[in-house]
C-alpha cells in the first residue's frame, strides 16, 4: 500500500467562496511560471530552497502537498505566504494570487492558514508545564470550547452568562451573535466533524483531535479565498479521516523532495513516489520477554467535577509488552498518559492499591525519579519543549535530557547530574556513548537533507546545532532520541510520527523494531489511529487497549 502523509492541502472549491473579486472562472488561483525560491536574507551565492518551481493551482482543484524532507513541505506553505522571495517574481499584475488581483486587495489577508505546529523555526519559548492542564480545578479550567473560540453562538439568554463570572457579558454575547446564514453554516460544520457533544465541554477534557477539528471550523467560518491546512489529519480517528491518506476528494499533487516540485494530477503524480513498506521483523529483532509489572491500574477512575473522563480502569504493563492504546477522540488516552507519567493531579489520590507505577505507588515515588523511568514522545511535550532562541541548548544537550527527564542540560558533557545521586564516571561514559548511539541512527542522515560539513553518518556536525533552530520535523525526531536515549522501563510514543518525512518514519520503526532504539526489557506503549504506524505487529506480540467513552478494555484477537 502507499503509505505517504498529508502535511498540506490547498482546497480551492469547497472552502472557497466566489466574491467579486474573481476575474473569471478561468483565472488561476496560484500560478508561479517557473523561478528559484529564495531564503530572504540569504547572500547571493546561496542556493535556492526550490529550484525551477512550476506551479499553476486553478479553481475546482484540491491540492495536497506530500514528501520525504523534513521541512521542504512547511517551507512551499511559506512560499506560498509570502515569507520566501521567488525570483524572477510571478509577473504583474496578477502575481502570484491571479484571482486576487483587485488593485485594492492584499492577497495574503484573503488566506487562511490552519497550522497545527504552534511553535516556527527558532521560535523563542520557555518550558511551561503542560501537566497543569489536567488540574481541572480553578475557573480558569471551566472555560468551554463554546466560550474559547465559538463565543458568538452563546445563547444570550444562558443563565451560565451570569453565574460565576467577573462581569454580565449577555451585552457583549448579543453584539457577537451569527447571522442567520452563518449560524446555519456552523451547526452544518460541527455536524459533519462530529464535534457537536465537545461543544460545552472544558477545553482542559477535549483531546488534540477535538481541537484540532475546532480550529479547522473557526478557519472555514472566517470564509477564506484559499485555505491552507498544515497537517490536516494528524490525530484524527478513524471516524474522523479518510482511510486513504490522500482522499479521494484531493484532485492534484505537489510532491516536494530535493529542492524540487512535482506537481499535476494525483493520478499522474502518486505512480512516481517510491513506495514505503513498513520494515520486516529480520533475525535481529529483539523478542520482548514479560517480565515484572510496570504499571498496575486496578479500578483507576478520574473525574472533572460531574464529568467522568475514566472510568474503573484495570490495566496492566509488564517488562516486554509492546502495547497499542487505541481509542476516538475524546475517549481519555491523553489523560490515561498522564497517569503513567504521574503528572496527572488526580494520579495522587487514587484509593489505594488503584495505582502501581514502576513497583511503587504513586505517593510513594517522587516525580523527578518517575520522570526518569517514564519516557514520554507526545503532542503536548513537543509544544512545551523549551526553544529559547538566545541560549537555547543544542541537539547534543536536548538529547542528552532524556537520561534524566529534566527539560534544562546539567552535568558534564550534558548528559545529566542523576536524580538518585550523582552518576559515576562508568555511568557517564555510558550516557555518553548512548547519545552517539541514537544519533548514529536517527540522526541528520534520516532527516532528508544535506547537513553539510561534518553531518557524518551520526551528524557530528550538527550536535551543536540549536535544537530551535531545526526543521520542526527534525526537532521531533530529537525528541525522539531523547524518549529513546535512557532506555527506560516503560516508553509512551503519542503520536510519534506526526510532521516526520517517509525516510524519517522509516529509520526510526526500523531502530525500534531491531531492538536498538528500545530493548527486550522495556515496556512500550504507541499510540496511533493508524494500525499500520505501530512498529510492531501481532507476530511480534503486540497487544491492544482500546478505550471508549472512558472504559478500557483489553482487546482480544
Known amino acids: ?183 446555519a453554516l456552523f451547526e452544518r460544520l460541527v455536524d459533519r466533524l462530529w464535534l457537536r457533544d465537545a461543544l460545552d465541554v472544558p477545553l482542559v477534557a477535549l483531546s488534540n483531535g477535538q481541537m484540532r477539528r475546532a480550529r479547522i471550523i473557526k478557519a472555514i467560518l472566517r470564509k477564506p479565498e484559499l485555505l491552507l491546512l498544515d497537517e490536516p489529519l494528524t490525530g484524527l480517528d478513524v471516524q474522523n479521516r479518510p482511510a486513504d491518506p490522500v482522499p479521494d476528494w484531493i484532485t492534484h499533487v505537489a510532491f516536494v523532495k530535493g529542492g524540487k516540485v512535482l506537481a499535476g494530477p494525483k493520478h499522474d503524480v502518486l505512480p512516481t513516489i517510491e513506495r514505503v513498506a513498513p520494515a520486516p521483523c529480520e533475525e535481529i529483532c529483539a523478542a520482548p520477554t514479560q517480565g515484572e509489572v510496570v504499571v498496575d491500574m486496578r479500578n483507576v477512575n478520574v473525574k472533572y467535577g460531574p464529568r467522568t473522563v475514566l472510568k474503573n480502569i484495570d490495566w496492566q504493563i509488564r517488562k516486554g509488552d509492546r502495547w497499542h492504546l487505541q481509542g476516538p477522540n475524546g475517549s481519555g488516552k491523553t489523560t490515561l498518559l498522564a497517569l503513567l507519567t504521574g503528572s496527572h493531579p488526580q494520579s495522587y489520590v487514587q484509593p489505594t492499591g488503584a495505582l502501581t507505577l514502576h513497583s511503587l505507588p504513586r505517593a510513594r515515588i517522587p516525580t523527578p525519579h518517575l520522570a526518569s523511568l517514564t519516557a514520554l514522545v507526545s503532542p503536548e511535550l513537543f509544544d512545551a519543549f523549551p526553544r529559547r532562541a538566545e541560549a537555547g541548548m543544542t541537539v547534543w544537550e536536548a538529547v542528552g535530557t532524556g537520561f534524566d527527564g529534566t527539560f534544562v542540560p546539567a552535568g558534564k558533557d550534558g548528559v545529566g547530574n542523576g536524580v538518585l545521586g550523582p552518576i559515576g564516571e562508568e555511568e557517564r561514559g555510558w550516557r555518553v556513548s548512548r547519545v552517539w548511539e541514537v544519533l548514529e541512527a536517527l540522526g541528520p542522515h534520516t532527516w532528508g537533507e544535506d547537513e553539510g560539513e561534518g553531518a557524518g553518518a551520526g551528524g557530528g556536525g550538527k550536535v551543536k546545532v540549536k535544537f530551535a533552530d531545526l526543521p520542526l520535523p527534525a526537532q521531533r525526531m530529537v525528541l525522539l532520541m531523547r524518549a529513546l536515549v535512557g532506555r527506560a522501563p516503560l516508553v509512551l510514543l503519542d503520536e510519534v510520527w506526526s510532521g516526520m518525512g517517509e525516510g524519517m518514519v522509516s529509520a526510526a520503526r526500523r531502530y525500534l523494531r531491531e531492538g536498538g532504539g528500545v530493548g527486550p526489557e522495556q515496556a512500550v506503549v504507541v499510540v496511533t489511529h493508524w494500525e499500520d504506524e505501530v512498529p510492531w505487529g501481532v507476530q511480534d506480540g503486540v497487544k491492544r487497549f482500546r478505550l471508549e467513552g472512558g472504559a478500557g478494555r483489553v482487546v482480544e484477537e
Open 1 to 183: 500500500m502507499l503509505r505517504v502523509r498529508i502535511p498540506g492541502v490547498l482546497s480551492c472549491t469547497a472552502l472557497a467562496r466566489t466574491t467579486q473579486l474573481r476575474q473569471n472562472h478561468t483565472t488561476p488561483v496560484i500560478h508561479i511560471p517557473k523561478a528559484n525560491v529564495y531564503r530572504f536574507g540569504d547572500p547571493n551565492t546561496a542556493p535556492p530552497v526550490f529550484r525551477g518551481l512550476q506551479w499553476t493551482v486553478n479553481e475546482g482543484e484540491a491540492w495536497a502537498i506530500i514528501g520525504s524532507g523534513s521541512g521542504e513541505k512547511a517551507t512551499l506553505f511559506q512560499t506560498l505566504l509570502g515569507q520566501l522571495r521567488i525570483t524572477p517574481p510571478p509577473p504583474p499584475p496578477a502575481g502570484l494570487y491571479p484571482f486576487l488581483a483587485a488593485p485594492t486587495v492584499d492577497p495574503y489577508n484573503s488566506l487562511a492558514l490552519v497550522s497545527f505546529t504552534p511553535r516556527r523555526r527558532g521560535a523563542v519559548g520557555a518550558f511551561y508545564d503542560f501537566s497543569a492542564r489536567y488540574g481541572a480545578m480553578r475557573d480558569d479550567d471551566r472555560v468551554t470550547l463554546r466560550e474559547a473560540m465559538f463565543f458568538e453562538t452563546i445563547d444570550p439568554e444562558s443563565p451560565e452568562l451570569k453565574l460565576e463570572r467577573e462581569h454580565d457579558r449577555e451585552q457583549e454575547v448579543r453584539e457577537a451573535q451569527m447571522t442567520p446564514p452563518e449560524r
